[in-house]
């Protein structure tokens, strides 16, 4: 089951939030972590199968204090299909939408060198 943890670690200068970070992301099951918060002071795990108690323990060794804030299930977010979106229809493309595998298609390039015949190119 995928969950969210949310963990308040002291973390004083950019030094400690780059360590915290190296051990929260080095944890089994961790998929994303962020900071939060107005002083980035909270990490916000999500992932599937975490033990909090485990992680934070792991942190409060390696970094500093830190305290279980929240451990909540997380909720899978629907995309919303948007119906208003104007669709390109074939006519509009200035090349042949479906060309089949067997047909060759000429493309025309602006640099044609057979109309001049100094042209050491061709």
Request: with cysteine; net charge positive; proline share 7%.
């Amino acid at each position: 089951m995928k969950q969210i943890v949310l963990i308040k670690v002291c973390m004083d200068c950019e030094k400690s939030r780059a360590k915290a970070m190296r051990v929260v992301v080095g944890f089994s099951g961790v998929e994303s972590a962020s900071l939060k918060g107005d002083d980035k002071s909270q990490i916000e795990v999500t992932g599937e199968n975490i033990d909090p108690v485990v992680l934070t323990t792991s942190l409060r060794k390696k970094v500093g204090h830190a305290d279980i804030l929240l451990v909540a299930p997380k909720k899978e977010v629907k995309k919303e299909e948007k119906k208003d979106e104007p669709k390109i229809q074939s006519t509009d493309l200035p090349y042949p939408a479906s060309v089949p595998h067997h047909q060759h298609y000429e493309v025309i390039y602006p640099y044609r060198c057979n109309d001049n015949p100094s042209c050491s190119i061709m």
